[in-house]
């Protein structure tokens, strides 16, 4: 089974960037525990600060390549209706994905745009291996 997963706008900087807030894993590690984990899972990993490579790949995705999607679209969440768009049209399940809870955050970070057409929404430091435990329970 291949899963993408698609990390947006200051997530390369996992284990540098508040790390009391986001973890002290860079997403370097969290792929190798991810892998190490579960062996058998062919894992491809995404991630950029632009907006337009983000809806690039998310319409890239057809249902005979990958089984599903995790997604930390970072910023976007609360912000992009073409991310949303995109989500929507795309061929497999995505999985919204957040190291914080953004429901305890700053006012404009508890508004996800994303929420609606994802097929959930997982928060906290474990959210990436949480995932993959509920793509494969729901597979």
């Not at 690039?56 to 990958?66: L, P, W």
């Not at 929404?121 to 959210?127: A, H, K, P, V």
Request: proline residues 3%.
């Amino acid at each position: 089974m291949k899963i993408l997963i698609i990390n947006g706008p200051n997530l390369n900087l996992l284990g540098r960037r508040n790390p009391d807030l986001y973890g002290k894993r860079s997403m370097e590690q969290i792929i190798v525990d991810l892998q190490q984990a579960h062996p058998d899972l062919w894992l491809t990993y995404y991630q950029s600060n632009h907006e337009g490579d983000l809806i690039d790949q998310i319409q890239q995705v057809r249902k005979d390549e990958y089984a599903a999607v995790i997604l930390n679209a970072g910023g976007y969440t609360h912000t992009s209706v073409s991310i949303r768009d995109a989500i929507e049209l795309c061929e497999v399940p995505v999985i919204e994905v957040h190291l914080s809870d953004i429901t305890r955050r700053e006012d404009f970070r508890r508004v996800s745009l994303l929420t609606e057409v994802c097929q959930t929404t997982i928060m906290g430091s474990n959210c990436y291996e949480e995932a993959i435990n509920h793509i494969l329970a729901t597979m």
